[in-house]
T-cell receptor, first 109, second 112 residues
């Protein structure tokens, strides 16, 4: 079983819609959770992180964490074409960071 | 604040040759990571340094890969000899006190 699993997509949403990206992880001892955005041919850039159960909002982005279900999600409100990218979920377990394979998002104008 | 620097940006070598990558982390970041990202996959951790000591190298193929961070700042990752399956982007990242990792632009390695 992979440490971090994501739907590879592609996920397509119209401009202005809400994009919902999901991630599950296998280790209940995982402490912190991160969402990265990676444009094609570029390196990952951090969008936000979450440590505690519940929601965390930052502008158009909301991260949601449910440790009981071992589930973390990212909502992007008012999606823009510039949000088209691959979104990577990363989980910190002990000293290790584990990345999912990413979900490809396309926002259609 | 300057970001993570890496060089070279691109490298093409033949199998069985050796190659080295260089990384300079964000100033003040004690923790440095090297990742391998194969096309279509997420980054895979190869090695983690805390200052000049190795914290985790459990996924580093030690028969051909080596890495060092002698003065606790710059780091080099070496592959000797390279195999076809080593073709990937090699990413360096450094981490701040809030566990936020910042990635460099990466080195795209092609092994022919």
């Amino acid at each position: 079983q992979k440490e971090v699993e994501q739907n590879s997509g592609p996920l397509s949403v119209p401009e202005g819609a809400i994009a919902s990206l999901n991630c599950t992880y296998s280790d209940r001892g995982s402490q912190s959770f991160f969402w990265y955005r990676q444009y094609s041919g570029k390196s990952p850039e951090l969008i936000m992180f979450i440590y505690s159960n519940g929601d965390k909002e930052d502008g158009r982005f909301t991260a949601q964490l449910n440790k009981a279900s071992q589930y973390v999600s990212l909502l992007i409100r008012d999606s823009q074409p510039s949000d088209s990218a691959t979104y990577l979920c990363a989980v910190k377990t002990g000293n290790q960071f584990y990345f999912g394979t990413g979900t490809s998002l396309t926002v259609i104008p | 604040e300057a970001g993570v620097a890496q060089s070279p940006r691109y490298k093409i070598i033949e199998k069985r040759q050796s190659v080295a990558f260089w990384c300079n982390p964000i100033s003040g970041h004690a923790t440095l990571y090297w990742y391998q990202q194969i096309l279509g996959q997420g980054p895979k951790l190869l090695i983690q340094f805390q200052n000049n000591g190795v914290v985790d190298d459990s996924q580093l193929p030690k028969d051909r890969f080596s890495a060092e961070r002698l003065k606790g700042v710059d780091s080099t990752l070496k592959i000797q000899p390279a195999k076809l399956e080593d073709s990937a982007v090699y990413l360096c990242a450094s981490r701040n006190a809030y566990n936020e990792q910042f990635f460099g632009p990466g080195t795209r390695l092609t092994v022919l």
